[in-house]
Every structure is written in C-alpha cells, then in structure tokens.
C-alpha cells in the first residue's frame, strides 16, 4: 500500500498521560500536513512541514503539542499531558506540490478518560 | 477570516437518483480554490472534485459536477446516478492562493445517505 499510513488508529490514554502519532507520507510527497477532527465537524489544520521544516503552526496547536519530521519523511504528533478536550480524530495529509492534491491517511483516533 | 458553511447536516437519496449538496463560503480574497472531500465510514477522506476560482467553468467530473457561483460565494455539489458506494460524509473546503495557502478550511460536513 502506497497510501498515507498513520499509527496507532486507536489509542485511549487517561487523562495527564502522553501520547505519540506516527504518519507515513507518500513517500515521494514533501509536503506533510496534520489535521484534527472532533466529532460533528471538520477536520481543522494543525501545522504543515515543507521537508524537514515546520513552516505553519495553527493557534489550536497549544504547547501541550508538538510534531517534527525528521529527514522530511515519517512525522510524528506528541500531545503532553492529555486532556478529555483532546480527545479527537487526528488525520495527516501529503502532497507532491503546495496546490497539488491532498492525500489523506485514515486517522489516529484519540479517547482520553 | 475565512468560513465554509454547510447547511445540511443530512441528505438521503434514493439510488440513481440525482441529490445536490450545499455550501457557501465566506472570504475577501480573489483567488481561491474550493474542494469537495468524501469521508466514507471508518476510511480516508478523498478528493471528489476541485475548482478554481478564477475559472467560470464548473468542474466535473464523472457523475460528480459542481455549481460554482462566486459572486455569491455558493459551490454545491451534484451527484447524479446516486450509487450505493456514495454513502459517506461530505465535507466542502477552501483554500486560498499565495501565502498562507498552506491550509484547508472545511465545512461540519453533510451526512449523505444513499436508499436502495
């Protein structure tokens, strides 16, 4: 499978706990970009890295979060001291060129008790 | 900043019928691209269809065709032939051109359900 891979889809943590997200990107996209999604809405942007560099963060990305890309290949989400607020759908997307397609992997769901 | 609003949170249609999904979207800026994403059950979203903005042409493709109406910041989407596979969660997007084009502004998503 050639697709974005994401891991683990699902992870229940307590509350105060770290968690980690893993995604694979297409592995000849640049471009790399994470999302989340709460239930009943759509998907919200988080951060976006061009290679290895981070080049937008979103305001929801508090300093509980943190994601890097090392090389510019997999990326990796860590969420500090979760909260029930975190609990969410995380999505990464890649893409070959800035305009070009989104392709979506199929998410690491997050439930904090 | 820009918003993307859809109305409908569920549609159902009756298959090989035609259904048409709403959307309106509020910005300032000229240049833009709008987008329709499929989210199936427990899958990955996927694009549908995308359209420029500075092209009058409405996108299509196959039994997917969009109604892009920019003085009115309208773009809905029109499934016709409904199949069973359509079934899933619409959610209808914007991005905007130059800096800061690096993010998708989404919709809450239209539920559409497709009746055999």
């Known amino acids: 499978d050639t697709g974005v891979s994401q891991d683990p889809r699902h992870k229940i943590t307590k509350r105060g706990q770290n968690v980690t997200f893993r995604c694979d990107p297409i592995s000849e996209h640049n471009r790399l970009y994470w999302y989340r999604q709460t239930l009943g809405q759509g998907p919200e942007f988080l951060t976006y890295f061009q290679n290895e560099a981070q080049l937008e963060k979103s305001r929801l990305l508090s300093d509980r979060f943190s994601a890097e890309r090392p090389k510019g290949s997999f990326s990796t989400l860590e969420i500090q001291r979760t909260e029930q607020g975190d609990s969410a759908m995380y999505l990464c997307?890649?893409?070959?060129?800035?305009?070009?397609?989104?392709?979506f992997g199929e998410g690491s769901r997050l439930t904090v008790l | 900043a820009q918003t993307v609003t859809q109305s409908q949170p569920e549609m159902s249609v009756q298959e090989a019928e035609t259904v048409t999904l709403s959307c309106t979207y509020d910005t300032s800026e000229s240049d833009y691209y709008l987008f329709w994403y499929k989210q199936p059950p427990s899958r990955q979203m996927i694009l549908v269809i995308r359209?420029?903005?500075?092209?009058?042409q409405n996108a299509t493709e196959n039994r997917f065709s969009v109604n892009f109406q920019k003085a009115a910041k309208s773009f809905s989407l029109k499934i016709s032939d409904s199949q069973l596979g359509d079934a899933a969660m619409y959610f209808c997007?914007?991005?905007?051109?130059?800096?800061?084009?690096?993010?998708?502004?989404f919709g809450k998503g239209t539920k559409l359900s497709v009746i055999p």
């Open positions: 997007a914007y991005r905007r051109q130059g800096a800061g084009s690096y993010q998708l502004t």
């Open positions: 359209q420029e903005a500075y092209k009058q």
């Open positions: 997307a890649s893409s070959l060129a800035l305009t070009g397609e989104l392709f």
